[in-house]
C-alpha cells in the first residue's frame, strides 16, 4: 500500500478515513488533526496556559507532544499511584514522564497519591471495601480529584487529558447500555469550568487508540507499553473488544457513533430530564473545598478519612 | 518455513503467502487492536506474508479506570 500523499510505501492505512499514509506524512497528519479538532470545538488558544494529564502512557505523552509541537503553553501534571503489581509499574511511568519533559524542557507537577491519600491505590481500595476487588474506582475518584486541585492551584486556562475515541466511544457504549443520562449529560469534549472546576478538554477525542500508538511509535516516544497490571478484566476493555469487532467489519463505526451522539446531544434530540439540574446542584466539600453533589465531605474526602480512620483502628 | 507473529509473549505461526491481516484475523487478533512491524518498522496490514518473516505486533488498546 502507498501514501496517499507521496506514494512511498505506507507505515499505517485508517480504513474508516480510506487513508494510508507514510511516516513523515503520518507525523504531520496527527498533529494536523488535533488542531483540527482544538479549533472545531474551541478548546483553548495559543495564549492559554494548558496543563496536560500524563501517565507515561501513548495517549498522554503523544498529546503533550503534539500540543508542544503546535506552539501550545503546556506543563504536564503525573500523579503516582502506588502501583507496584511485581513490575514497578507507578515508578516505570513517573521515570518516562520525567524523561519525556526533561528532553523537551517543559514543566511537570508530580503527586504521590500514597503521601496525599495515606495509602496507595491498591490499599485504598482494599481499606475501604470499593470497587470489588478492582482499584479502577478509587483510582479514577483520585486522579479527577487531584488533577482538578493541580491544575486550579496552577493558575492554568484549561487541563487536557489523553482520552482517545476508543477511550470516549467505550464510555458511551456504556452508559448506553445503562442509560445513565446523568453520565451522558457530561460526555463531551470539552467540560466548561464551573466554580470549584477547570475548564477539560479532550483533544485526542477524534483520534483511534491505534493511531495515537502510531503516532508515539513513529516519533520515537519511550511510553510505558505495559498495561496498568489491574486493567485486566475492566469493564471497559470488554466494551473496546465488542466495539473494535464492529470496527473491523464496518470501518468508520466508532467514529460514527460517537459524532452522532455528539451532535444529538447538541441539538437536544437526546432527552435527559433532571440532568441540567443535577449539574447546577453542586456544594462546596466542607473539608477540601471542591465541589460535589451532596452537601458535606466530597467522596475523596471521605474515602481519605476513612483510610485513616481504619489505619488507626489497625493500630491500636 | 512459516512467518511468524509475536504478540507480547505469545509466538504463532502462519503459512506465508496470505496478508498480515488475513493471518490477524485467522488468529482471532482484531486488526484494529495491533500495528504490525517488520524489522522495527511499522508495516500496512494489507502486506504479504514471506517464507521466515517475523512480525512483531504492538498491542494498543489500554483501559481501566477511565483510559486516561
New interface residues.
Given amino acids: 500500500?502507498k501514501c496517499r500523499k507521496c506514494g512511498a510505501t505506507?507505515?499505517?492505512?485508517m480504513r474508516h478515513h480510506r487513508l494510508?499514509l507514510c511516516?513523515s506524512h503520518y507525523l504531520e497528519w496527527i498533529p494536523e488533526q488535533t488542531q483540527r479538532t482544538i479549533e472545531h470545538y474551541r478548546m483553548f488558544s495559543l495564549s492559554d496556559q494548558v496543563l496536560v494529564?500524563v501517565?507515561g502512557?501513548?495517549?498522554?505523552l503523544g498529546l503533550w507532544d503534539v500540543l508542544d509541537r503546535l506552539g501550545y503553553q503546556t506543563a504536564g501534571v503525573y500523579i503516582g499511584l502506588g502501583i507496584d503489581g511485581g513490575v514497578r509499574y507507578s515508578d516505570q511511568s513517573l521515570a518516562r514522564c520525567r524523561a519525556f519533559a526533561g528532553a523537551r524542557r517543559l514543566k511537570l507537577h508530580t503527586v504521590d497519591v500514597p503521601t496525599e491519600l495515606g495509602a496507595s491505590i491498591p490499599e485504598a481500595a482494599r481499606l475501604t471495601h470499593r470497587g470489588q476487588q478492582k482499584p479502577?474506582?478509587v483510582?479514577?475518584l483520585t486522579?479527577r480529584h487531584v488533577m482538578n486541585r493541580v491544575a486550579l492551584e496552577a493558575g492554568v486556562d484549561v487541563l487536557a487529558?489523553?482520552?482517545?475515541l476508543?477511550?470516549e466511544v467505550?464510555?458511551l457504549f456504556g452508559n448506553t447500555l445503562s442509560w445513565s443520562t446523568g453520565y451522558l449529560a457530561r460526555q463531551a469534549p470539552v467540560l466548561e469550568a464551573r466554580p470549584g472546576f477547570v475548564r477539560k478538554v479532550k483533544p485526542f477525542c477524534r483520534l483511534?487508540?491505534?493511531e495515537?500508538?502510531?503516532y508515539a511509535?513513529?516519533r520515537g516516544i519511550d511510553y510505558i507499553?505495559d498495561?496498568?497490571p489491574?486493567?485486566e478484566g475492566?469493564t471497559?476493555?470488554t466494551h473496546?473488544?465488542l466495539l473494535?469487532?464492529l470496527?473491523?467489519d464496518r470501518p468508520g463505526a466508532k467514529l460514527s457513533f460517537y459524532l452522532s451522539f455528539l451532535r444529538a446531544r447538541q441539538t437536544g434530540a437526546l432527552l435527559l430530564p433532571g440532568a441540567a439540574e443535577a449539574e447546577s446542584d453542586l456544594h462546596a466539600c466542607v473539608t477540601c473545598g471542591q465541589p460535589t453533589t451532596a452537601p458535606g465531605e466530597c467522596t475523596y474526602c471521605r474515602t481519605r478519612r476513612r483510610i485513616h480512620e481504619k489505619r488507626e483502628q489497625r493500630s491500636r | 518455513m512459516p512467518a511468524t507473529l509475536i504478540l507480547r509473549e505469545k509466538q504463532y505461526e502462519v503459512r506465508h503467502g496470505m496478508t498480515v491481516r488475513d493471518a490477524l484475523l485467522r488468529l482471532d487478533i482484531l486488526p484494529e487492536t495491533v500495528l504490525p512491524t517488520r524489522q522495527g518498522e511499522l508495516i500496512t496490514d494489507d502486506v504479504l506474508l514471506q517464507d521466515g518473516d517475523v512480525i512483531r505486533l504492538i498491542a494498543v488498546i489500554s483501559g481501566g479506570a477511565d483510559g486516561a
Fill in positions: 500500500m505506507a507505515a499505517i492505512n494510508a511516516a494529564a501517565s502512557g501513548k495517549d498522554s479502577c474506582s483510582c479514577g486522579k487529558t489523553g482520552h482517545n476508543d477511550d467505550a464510555v483511534m487508540e491505534r495515537t500508538a502510531a511509535v513513529l507499553y498495561e496498568c489491574f486493567a475492566a471497559n476493555l473496546k473488544d473494535n469487532r470496527e473491523a
